[in-house]
């Protein structure tokens, strides 16, 4: 089951212009336009980070939004460009998770759609006797992690010596209450660490998302948890995401009618994608996830997904999404909560960052080949 409040039954229409068109009912919005909605491409603004693990899904396509519901944007609707931002773990330099945000048509309504998701190294979709880099607790963080910078090195963004330094809460945050850090409960084979350290039941019984998210001013409108995959009798496969409506999923702040959809990696794979007797094992893969040839479309990455209505933002139009920590328990790092701050992606994908792809190379002219014999032409 995808989540939406107007329609409960798994694979509710969602348009979304990747790859296709859609009906003549949606709108195309581009960056020429000054009003809402904007485009982008691999290697600009919706860059994302190249975490492995997609397989043959499609699913590690960064978004492309400017798709509206109506057949022209409202007078004085904002903008909402599209955008990726990188959350960090104390002196970490690989992003420990992305968010993406673009805007679509959801379910009849212009919704801001935010895309988390986690790097493998922390947490990953793989369990029971398919688990990938379990045995040990590693990755962000962890014995395993990414080596410390060094000496002289400049700190990785939001890092602090001695942990990261939180940014400022916007006005009307509430503090999370992070998930207590540490060891899962049970040893091997129960979803704590060693072997066979990640199971099923570890995914269904307490992982999470938390977001906060503003307007233009920074007000917070919206902060909730996200529910990653829960039992549901509607479902293919008896679970999906509940969302903010049940499982680990709640609203802290606002409106839980904002929330126009949802939707999680694992239970794409279990329901969109045919996976749904993967409920004690996952596809066996590598080091490098590669996928599987009975399941090239599973998703190994963990993935939150969720529509918010952009009339939820008033008049001040839709501001921004931040997280204060990740979570997953277990993880495969040395706690499982992590305090994380925002800072510039990489490059890491098409060679391009925030500003855009590299330019092409300047056109050849006769001054550069005098002997071409089109030259000879002019």
Not at 15 to 39: E, N, P, Y
Not at 167 to 174: D, E, F, N, S
Request: hydrophobic residues 30%; glycine residues 16%; aromatic residues 6%.
């Amino acid at each position: 089951m995808q989540g939406n409040r107007r329609n409960p039954l798994y694979g509710a229409a969602l348009c979304v212009l990747v790859l296709g068109g859609c009906s003549a009912d949606h709108t195309q919005v581009t960056d020429d336009d000054d009003d809402i909605g904007s485009t982008a491409t691999r290697g600009n603004l919706a860059f994302v980070p190249d975490y492995p693990g997609a397989g043959n899904s499609g699913a590690d396509e960064p978004l492309v939004g400017g798709l509206i519901c109506d057949s022209a944007p409202r007078a004085g609707a904002k903008a909402v460009k599209p955008t990726t931002e990188c959350f960090f773990g104390p002196g970490q330099t690989t992003p420990v998770a992305t968010i993406e945000q673009v805007l679509e048509c959801a379910e009849g309504v212009d919704g801001v759609h935010l895309r988390l998701t986690f790097d493998p190294a922390f947490v990953d979709n793989s369990y029971g006797d398919g688990a990938i880099g379990w045995d040990e607790r590693q990755g962000p963080g962890g014995p395993g992690g990414a080596a410390p910078p060094p000496p002289g090195a400049a700190p990785a963004p939001g890092a602090a010596p001695g942990g990261a330094t939180p940014a400022p809460l916007p006005p009307g945050m509430k503090p999370g209450k992070d998930p207590k850090p540490g060891m899962a409960k049970g040893g091997p084979g129960k979803g704590g660490p060693g072997k066979g350290g990640h199971s099923w039941k570890d995914l269904v019984g307490s992982d999470h998302a938390e977001l906060v998210v503003t307007n233009e001013a920074g007000e917070v409108v919206s902060q909730f948890k996200l529910d990653y995959v829960s039992q549901s009798a509607s479902a293919p496969s008896g679970y999906a995401s509940l969302g903010v409506l049940g499982g680990d999923g709640r609203m802290i702040i606002g409106d839980p009618s904002d929330i126009v959809r949802w939707r999680t990696s694992v239970e794409r794979n279990l329901n969109e994608r045919g996976y749904g007797s993967y409920l004690e094992s996952s596809p066996a893969t590598d080091a490098s996830y590669t996928a599987n040839d009975e399941t090239p479309g599973w998703d190994y990455r963990v993935v939150y997904e969720v529509w918010i209505d952009i009339d939820a933002f008033g008049a001040s139009g839709f501001g921004g999404a931040l997280i204060e920590h990740v979570h997953a328990s277990p993880s495969k790092a040395s706690s499982n909560t992590i305090t994380v701050t925002p800072g510039p992606c990489p490059c890491e994908r098409d060679g391009g960052c925030g500003d855009g792809p590299p330019p092409p190379p300047p056109e050849e002219t006769c001054d550069d080949e005098p002997e071409d014999p089109a030259c000879a032409l002019e």
